[in-house]
């Protein structure tokens, strides 16, 4: 049967000759209806133009898309109705209008009739625990009362396919985890298939099926996402790390022990107990050197042999 979702050698460039970047580089994957494949990866690893050419948005340069069989980049019209998507940096919603009026819209451009909407909407709200704040301006809405009004903007139709860029920035970890209870909910409910990229590792540990794990444009690992905190009991490895306040707070949460060093910070983890601080901080940091305990990229390859014999 022909999996819902599937790309073949994706590759795109931005530029031409010495300046050009290598967004994406042949990656192949696939889905499954009603699927849900987290998109991991440090800034600038190529998870938004993955997501724009699924979506349609950009043209590969080679290789194809296809969703339920159709290409978006040559039947945008075919897929309409189809799709829900959340950008990282949209908003989705307008302000001057309320919670309840901007779901209502959202359900008339997605085709649905007034009273459909109407009850959609109702019901999307109080999901989203947004019922008592269902008739107020979304300007006054918190910045997580905006993140979860732009998100059910995204489950207003009846798309097949919800694609969700950074869903839980701005929410609170509870926001986040009843997110995740909701995509479960949609999954097994409706059927419907998602695309989360971020980097909440908590987020995709229970909304995610699948991974698929990027790094300067490339496919590292996609399998499923229990891998992520099952890494093979390596010996305590060193990793040398750029420094940052939000790292530092980071690591200080997680118990883990670090030291300034010269050019940024050095923390030792024992992948057997801290494998999912690990996995976290090779798809969020900025990893300067690796020593001790083996190399992370055997690491990665020996999980990816765990998948494809599971």
């Known amino acids: ?23 994406n580089s042949g990656i192949s994957f696939s889905l ?57 940096g949209m908003r989705n919603v307008y302000p001057y209008l309320t919670g309840r009026a901007n779901l209502v819209y959202f359900g008339y451009l997605a085709g649905l009739g007034r009273d459909e909407a109407a009850r959609r909407a109702a019901e999307l709200l ?49 926001s986040a985890d009843d997110l995740a209870g909701l995509v479960g909910e949609l999954r097994s409910e409706g059927g419907r298939t998602f695309i989360l990229a971020g980097h909440d590792m908590r987020f995709m540990a229970r909304a995610a099926g699948e991974v698929l794990w990027l790094k300067e444009g490339r496919a590292r690992l996609h399998g499923r996402a229990e891998a992520l905190t099952a890494l093979p009991a390596y010996r305590a490895v060193k990793l040398s790390l750029r420094g940052s306040a939000p790292l530092r707070a980071r690591l200080s949460a997680a118990g883990a022990e670090f030291a300034e060093e010269e050019g940024g910070l050095s923390v030792r983890l024992d992948p057997s107990a801290g494998g ?35």
């Open 276 to 310: 999912a601080l690990l996995a976290e901080l090779l798809a969020s940091a900025d990893l300067l050197s690796v020593s001790g305990g083996g190399d992370l990229e055997e690491a990665f390859r020996e999980i990816s042999r765990d998948t494809a014999q599971g």
């Open 1 to 23: 049967m022909m999996p819902f979702i599937e790309t073949r050698s994706l590759t795109k460039v931005f530029g031409s000759g010495p300046g050009a970047v290598t967004a």
């Open 126 to 174: 109080e999901r989203f625990g947004l019922s008592a704040a269902a008739d107020k301006y979304v300007m006054a809405y918190s910045s997580g009362m905006n993140r979860k009004l732009a998100v059910a903007t995204c489950l207003m139709g009846r798309a097949e396919l919800i694609v969700l860029d950074e869903p839980t920035a701005g929410l609170d970890p509870a």
């Open 32 to 88: 499954e209806r009603g699927g849900a494949l987290g998109l991991l990866g440090p800034n600038g690893a190529g998870k938004t133009t993955l997501i724009k050419q699924l979506a349609g948005l950009l043209r590969p340069d080679s290789g194809r898309v296809l969703i339920d069989g159709l290409d978006p980049a040559q039947d945008p019209p075919g897929l309409r109705g189809r799709l829900g998507l959340l950008l990282e």
